[in-house]
């Protein structure tokens, strides 16, 4: 069965600092990754996801993560954030085929200070 | 626009009630999923169901049961409820398939156990 670890249980930054989040997932076989985003109050939104290709992959809001497979990570980035970027992230993970049973990384709480 | 449709924002139940939760997605997604969100912990499984009557144990099953009569529709019933159910409910549906794909969210249904 699949797994994620999010090592970064909160993370505090001013706004204009860049940052990176860390996943790092556990799973035999191929992949799908993503990551998702709750603001305050709102229900959970996809930032971006990988099923293939470019390992680089961008979301909205001017996220990108990179799938790194050697690693088995898939670290989410942004190189200036805003005060509106304070939410939490979800990194999660799927079978890339067969049945897709949903896996989540216990989250990441985000405090943008402006 | 894809839904996914919780029955209820807030609930208050005493302890010992039976307690239902239904969710509705309007997407015709084959895959449904009910996690439970709590601080620190991150979104937890608690049941998933890959077709009409089929439901598989997630990783916190304990205390829960689930129903899914129509492809649409995936409850989960709490057979009698604790102060440690307390928690918010979050429903996802999904569309399995090779790759490409998402899970979408309900708005999530807080619920308290007095």
């Known amino acids: 069965a699949q797994s994620v670890s999010q090592h970064n249980h909160h993370v505090i930054l001013s706004e204009a600092a860049s940052l990176e989040l860390g996943c790092n997932y556990s799973y035999g076989g191929t992949v799908n990754l993503f990551w998702y985003v709750q603001y305050p109050g709102q229900h959970l939104q996809l930032l971006l996801k990988?099923?293939?290709?470019?390992?680089l992959v961008k979301g909205i809001k001017g996220f990108e993560a990179e799938f790194i497979k050697s690693k088995f990570s898939f670290n989410l980035r942004k190189p200036s954030v805003q005060w509106s970027d304070t939410a939490e992230y979800f990194c999660a993970v799927t079978p890339y085929t067969g049945f897709q049973k949903l896996v989540f990384g216990t989250g990441t709480r985000l405090l943008v200070s402006p | 626009d894809v839904k996914v449709t919780q029955s209820s924002r807030y609930l208050v139940k005493r302890t010992g009630e039976k307690v239902f939760l239904e969710c509705v997605q309007d997407m015709d997604h084959e895959n449904m999923f009910w996690y439970r969100q709590d601080p620190g912990l991150g979104l937890r499984l608690i049941y998933f169901?890959?077709?009409?009557?089929?439901?598989e144990k997630g990783d916190i099953p304990e205390g829960y049961s689930v129903s899914r009569e129509k492809k649409e529709r995936f409850s989960l019933i709490l057979e009698s409820a604790s102060t440690n159910q307390t928690s918010m409910y979050l429903c996802a549906s999904i569309k399995p398939g090779r790759g490409n794909t998402e899970a979408f969210f309900g708005q999530g249904t807080r619920l308290t156990v007095v």
């Open positions: 169901s890959y077709d009409v009557k089929m439901k």
């Open positions: 990988y099923f293939s290709g470019d390992p």
